[in-house]
């Protein structure tokens, strides 16, 4: 597994893959050198014939917008992993595939996964989007003082560029694939008015989240003067009862799984405990009959999914008793890293039976 820099993101291709793993790591660890600090995972998911992708984020209280660039990001990749493959005559077929691509989240990486979920239950209709947005944040008792319209342009700022950017890998796909198999390429002649939400955004693509956190300001700066940075709306957007309502509204265990560490009782706590509630519980707001079957429980603090893998050991964070500092590769991946690939088959297949049905 060989990283390499394409746009903003690291990639390492699979000469045969079955499908593509984008990953969105936890703050820090996620932003500096991901490939390093998750790399048993990784590894352990191209060695189950997944290219992988790291996506990078930047440290800011503006959700909305790094959730646009990392959708951006995607469009900028896809490509990419065209090319490469077709030069280097690895199999390419399965990147032209959308259901092919699948989402993997840590901690705060989690929620931006959950917010371009929820992007994708945006109506395609401008003016239906506009209605969708004002009733969701009037509604929330926590964001309805606050103005709609910023949001609104931001969003629809983001459909407009993601649209003529599909457009544009589409053409750069077909072009790279005419010049492997020596044909003349045709230019796509879709218009930015006939792609739909569904295609831009994620729908279609299997989620796993791991150690979910949905935080707020306040798990930026001291809870005193995050109050006073919300109330002036300078804080994180969207605050976490907003996210948990877009995540409401986008049904997000369609095809979505969850890992929860029994020993994480700070920070993933909290959002687990409202996932389990609303969607495990069958009083719960969007109770959903199969939650048990993709919700998963390992042994763990917050920090699990991080290593440093060095031949074949592993070497752990401390930040549970009921782990070892240092165990072998086969171990850790009996114990975590299988179950994460179990679910992305499972959700694979619980996809191809609702395309049946």
């Known amino acids: 597994m060989k990283f390499q820099p394409i746009s903003h993101s690291w990639v390492a291709v699979n000469p045969q893959p079955q499908g593509v793993v984008q990953f969105i790591g936890g703050a820090f660890f996620g932003t500096f050198i991901p490939m390093i600090f998750y790399r048993s995972l990784l590894q352990s998911l191209f060695e189950q014939g997944y290219t992988i992708v790291i996506y990078p984020f930047n440290f800011t209280f503006n959700h909305y917008v790094e959730a646009g660039f990392l959708i951006k990001e995607q469009y900028a990749v896809i490509p990419e992993l065209v090319r490469i493959a077709t030069k280097n005559l690895y199999e390419y077929e399965n990147y032209l595939e959308n259901t092919n691509y699948y989402w993997l989240g840590h901690s ?141 509204k986008a049904n997000l265990f369609n095809l979505l799984g969850l890992i929860a560490f029994d020993q994480d009782t700070k920070l993933a706590f909290s959002t687990v405990k409202w996932f389990d509630h609303n969607y495990g519980d069958k009083n719960g707001d969007n109770h959903h009959p199969d939650y048990q079957d993709f919700r998963f429980t390992r042994n763990g603090g917050h920090l699990r999914p991080l290593s440093l893998r060095i031949g074949n050991i592993v070497f752990n964070f401390p930040d549970s008793v009921q782990v070892s500092l240092i165990e072998p590769v086969a171990s850790r991946i009996e114990d975590f890293e299988i179950y994460v690939t179990k679910l992305f088959k499972n959700l694979d297949q619980k996809r191809r039976e609702q395309d049946k049905s």
């Open 108 to 248: 705060i990486g989690c929620k931006y996964i959950s917010l371009l979920e929820g992007f994708s239950a945006l109506p395609q209709n401008a003016e239906a989007r506009d209605k969708f947005i004002r009733d969701l944040i009037t509604k929330n008792q926590e964001t309805r003082n606050f103005t709609a319209d910023s949001v609104i342009a931001d969003i629809e700022l983001l459909i407009a560029e993601l649209k003529r950017e599909y457009i544009q890998g589409k053409n750069l796909i077909e072009y790279y694939i005419s010049q492997a198999l020596q044909y003349q390429s045709q230019t796509i002649k879709l218009k930015p008015e006939d792609v739909t939400i569904d295609k831009i955004f994620i729908k279609g693509q299997a989620s796993v989240l791991l150690a979910p956190v949905n935080s707020g300001t306040d798990s930026a700066i001291p809870k005193p003067l995050a109050g006073i940075v919300d109330k002036i709306g300078l804080g994180v957007k969207p605050i976490p009862s907003l996210t948990f309502e877009i995540i409401k």
